[in-house]
């Protein structure tokens, strides 16, 4: 060994030197190290699984929250629907109230009208029969006795009618 220029015991000292620090960094550095290392792995391990829990948990409320705006969505729909339903009933209730007004006005103009087209008629039956008097005491020349007079009245508002 002499001739590759290696001496024995410089090559033994070494070795044994090597494997006392290899020892000593085991125990001393590599196992403390190796457990920071684990730790580490360890809490990002967690940490992960804590991602993915979180990643779940807000899955699961955003599913609750969509459910619950579906749900708001389709109340919300009823109610609408509701109110319209009850302004439309309101809309044909106002309708009829006000169609029936109109026809009660109508009833009672109509009855009104009928009421002084009666007057009217009998205030001209009542002139009416006072000039057919007049004409008929200055045809006749004399007076007419009162039956006369309504025979005469009755007979002319006959034609009258039968005219119209």
Same mark, same amino acid.
């Given at each position: 060994?002499?001739?590759?220029?290696?001496?024995? #015991?410089?090559?033994?000292?070494?070795?044994?030197?090597?494997?006392?620090?290899?020892?000593?960094?085991?125990?001393?550095?590599?196992?403390?190290?190796?457990? +920071?290392?684990?730790?580490?792995?360890?809490?990002?391990?967690?940490?992960?699984?804590?991602?993915?829990?979180?990643?779940?948990?807000?899955?699961?409320?955003?599913?609750?929250?969509?459910?619950?705006?579906?749900?708001?969505?389709?109340?919300?729909?009823?109610?609408?629907?509701?109110?319209? =339903?009850?302004?439309?009933?309101?809309?044909?209730?106002?309708?009829?109230?006000?169609?029936?007004?109109?026809?009660?006005?109508?009833? =009672?103009?109509? &009855?009104?009208?009928?009421?002084?087209?009666?007057?009217?008629?009998?205030? +001209?039956?009542?002139?009416?029969?006072?000039?057919?008097?007049? #004409?008929?005491?200055?045809?006749?020349?004399?007076?007419?006795?009162?039956? &006369?007079?309504?025979?005469?009245?009755?007979?002319?508002?006959?034609?009258?009618?039968?005219?119209?």
């Amino acid at each position: 060994m002499d001739a590759l220029g290696i001496n024995l #015991a410089t090559l033994l000292t070494q070795v044994v030197s090597f494997l006392v620090l290899f020892f000593i960094l085991s125990k001393v550095l590599y196992g403390p190290l190796v457990k +920071i290392i684990d730790q580490r792995a360890l809490k990002i391990k967690e940490s992960l699984q804590m991602v993915e829990k979180a990643k779940s948990d807000s899955a699961e409320q955003s599913r609750i929250m969509e459910e619950k705006l579906s749900e708001a969505t389709t109340e919300g729909q009823a109610i609408i629907a509701e109110s319209r =339903k009850i302004a439309q009933k309101f809309h044909d209730d106002e309708l009829a109230k006000a169609k029936a007004d109109i026809e009660a006005e109508r009833l =009672k103009a109509a &009855t009104n009208i009928q009421r002084e087209k009666d007057v009217a008629l009998e205030e +001209i039956r009542k002139e009416f029969a006072g000039l057919a008097v007049d #004409a008929a005491e200055r045809v006749i020349g004399k007076s007419i006795d009162p039956k &006369t007079h309504k025979d005469l009245i009755a007979q002319v508002l006959k034609e009258g009618t039968e005219v119209k």
